[in-house]
């Protein structure tokens, strides 16, 4: 991987780390005050929905977290599973992965065979 290519891995992860943490800090997750139950209903659907959400945003800007640590190691863009190189293409789109495409596939079929 290229100099280039690694500014441009640890500039995306910033920018998401830093939109992550802006909506985290903005997040409303309060019950409005619902004249009926028809209201509530609808307002817990969309509670329910924004908590989840959240979760995901929580879960995504702790692997960003986590990339940008891992960045600047000798194991970064190395498979955690197999230790073969994930290809700078698949960083590029999604640098916080940790898996190379093959072991991630696999790992897919697993949970999909284990449902």
């Known amino acids: 991987m ?15 780390v830093a939109v992550l943490t802006k909506r985290a800090e903005q997040a409303d997750l309060t019950l409005a005050n619902c004249p009926d139950d028809t209201d509530l209903a609808t307002e817990i659907t969309r509670h329910s929905l924004d908590l989840a959400l959240r979760e995901r945003e929580h879960r995504e800007l702790r692997e960003a977290e ?33 898996l190379c495409v093959c ?13």
């Not at 290229?2 to 998401?16: A, D, G, S, V, Y």
């Not at 072991?103 to 697993?110: G, H, M, S, V």
């Open 2 to 16: 290229t100099e280039r290519q690694m500014r441009q891995i640890r500039e995306r992860l910033k920018e998401r």
């Open 66 to 98: 986590e990339a940008l640590r891992r960045l600047d190691s000798i194991d970064y863009g190395l498979c955690e599973d197999c230790g073969g190189p994930i290809g700078t293409a698949r960083l590029l789109a999604r640098p916080s992965t940790r």
């Open 103 to 115: 072991c991630q596939a696999e790992q897919e079929e697993l949970a999909l065979s284990a449902a």
